[in-house]
């Protein structure tokens, strides 16, 4: 069993839509907790991190982590074609000082 | 503009050909990493430098090889002992590993013939 499970996708949701993405992780020592977006061919880029349960918001971005069931989400409101990419979640274990990362989700937005 | 470099952004080898790809930052970070990019599966870690001179194996770390003799440059090579080596590989970097945030280099997409 993987350390991090993200639901696979694909996503396709009209423009405006709400998008829920979604990862459970397995190891109680992850302390940190991010949501990383890739464009096609390119580096992924940090969208959001937290280490707390509860939600933090950052404009249309909410990132919410629900530690008693390992369970972490990313929610993205009035979605737009400018959206379109694959996000990752990724957990870093401080102990271990590396971040294990989710498969990723590709999501398109359509006009 | 500060940031990592990733060259070449394409390679193409002959299976049997050891091949190094290159990883500069100016960002001034301690830690570095290497990660490799299937599709459908992710990110995988290769190799890990907290500091200059010392680096850790990742999950996938069989079949590579890496050095850290500068604190800018983390070159990894991948060798013929790799079996399936096509893949994209990503380089980032960090300075804060209590929140473990990476920066990104655009990638190096590997193809053996």
């Known amino acids: 069993q993987k350390e991090v ?18 990862c459970t992780y397995s190891n109680s020592a992850f302390q940190y907790f991010m949501w990383y977006r890739q464009y096609s061919r390119k580096g992924p880029e940090l969208l959001m991190y937290t280490y707390s349960s509860g939600n933090k918001e950052d404009g249309r971005f909410t990132a919410q982590v629900d530690k008693s069931s390992k369970y972490i ?12 990419a694959t ?14 990362f989710g ?9 | 503009d500060g940031g990592i470099t ?8 002959k ?3 050891n091949v190094t790809l290159s990883c500069e930052q100016n960002l001034n970070h301690d830690a570095m990493y290497w ?3 299937d599709p459908g599966q992710g990110l995988r870690l290769i ?13 996938i770390a069989e079949g590579y090889s890496v050095s850290r003799e500068k604190k800018e440059s983390f070159p990894l090579t991948v060798t013929s002992a790799q079996k399936n080596p096509t893949a994209f590989y990503l380089c980032a970097s960090s300075n804060n590993l209590h929140t473990g945030e990476l920066f990104f280099g655009e990638g190096s997409r590997l193809t053996v013939l």
């Open chain 1, 5 to 22: 499970e993200q639901d696979p996708g694909p996503l396709s949701v009209p423009e405006g839509a709400i998008v829920s993405l979604n």
């Open chain 1, 73 to 84: 989400s990313l929610f993205i409101r009035d979605s737009q074609p400018s959206d379109s």
């Open chain 1, 87 to 100: 996000y990752l979640c990724a957990i870093l274990n401080t102990n271990a000082g590396k971040s294990t």
């Open chain 1, 103 to 111: 498969d990723g989700t590709t999501l398109t937005v359509k006009p």
């Open chain 2, 6 to 13: 990733q060259s070449p952004k394409y390679l193409f080898r």
């Open chain 2, 15 to 17: 299976e049997g050909q």
């Open chain 2, 35 to 37: 990660y490799r990019q």
């Open chain 2, 47 to 59: 190799y890990y430098s907290q500091i200059v001179n010392d680096f850790q194996k990742g999950d």
